[in-house]
């Protein structure tokens, strides 16, 4: 049995990543904003599975909240095994037409908080030699992104960071995943702006099929999953291709969604 922190824990991956764990018989710590949704969804997952889920509030672009959880990371007495650090945001629309201030705050939840709880995690890992940490990027990162500027380029960060600290600790014990998915259906579009969208319902994925392609990746130990047959085609096709060529027909998508 382990016990798995799970950042964004209430809605879509986090929370799929959340009952999959749970499933498995582990503990759980769960990390959000909303203390009366996080509360609930933590007493359910205990009554259910009968781990113990233990939630623990926080907004993590709030420095103190932020301190809070690195130190839950820190502690050796009640170690966290597994770090899910999937907490993020996403903005649409032209960047000029975009608040400043919204990205700033998109940069520092996907990139900065990212960084932070890694390294929170990994140094007491590798000190034990065993722990897994599992950094949930995008599809979105393996081409430029227009009218998402600022999201494809801070999951293009933690591809490459991820992928980084995987070989740094590999052979440690410590086992890094990067988790790639594509289009899944979350509260996640709505925030972002995008509302309603054009696309067909054969690209989307719903959080349960992410996760469960995931920890079948993570079970085999591999360094990256990305959910889906169709996602790994695009994948590939997208890391290929001249940027001239990606970044245009990634523009023409967007703006048709």
């Not at 998109?106 to 140094?123: D, F, M, P, Q, Y």
Request: glycine share 8%; hydrophobic share 45%.
């Amino acid at each position: 049995m382990s016990r798995v922190l799970v950042t964004g824990a209430t809605s879509g991956i986090g929370r799929a990543f959340a009952v999959a764990f749970a499933r498995r018989g582990d503990d759980l710590v769960l990390v959000a904003r909303d203390s009366a949704r996080l509360d609930a969804f933590a007493g359910e997952l205990s009554a259910s599975t009968h781990v113990n889920a233990v939630p623990q509030v926080a907004d993590l672009l709030d420095a103190t909240d932020l301190v809070a959880v690195e130190a839950r990371l820190h502690s050796v007495d009640e170690p966290v095994d597994i770090l899910v650090n999937n907490a993020g945001m996403g903005t649409y629309g032209s960047f000029t037409s975009l608040d400043i201030d919204r990205e700033d705050r998109e940069v520092r939840l996907n990139v900065l908080t990212l960084v932070r709880l890694t390294h929170a995690a990994l140094g007491r890992m590798v000190a034990q030699g065993t722990g897994a940490i599992l950094n949930i990027s995008s599809l979105g990162a393996y081409q430029p992104a227009p009218y998402n500027a600022t999201y494809g380029a801070t999951k293009a960060f933690v591809n490459s960071f991820t992928h980084s600290i995987h070989e740094e600790v590999r052979g440690s014990g410590v086992h890094v995943m990067l988790v790639c998915p594509g289009y899944t259906h979350t509260e996640f579009h709505e925030r972002a702006g995008l509302g309603p969208t054009s696309l067909p319902e054969f690209v989307w994925q719903s959080p349960e099929q992410v996760v469960g392609a995931a920890l079948r990746d993570f079970d085999r130990r591999r360094s990256v999953s990305i959910p889906g047959a169709l996602n790994k085609t695009l994948g590939a096709l997208s890391s290929s291709a001249p940027a001239g060529i990606s970044r245009r027909v990634a523009g023409a998508v967007i703006r048709r969604t």
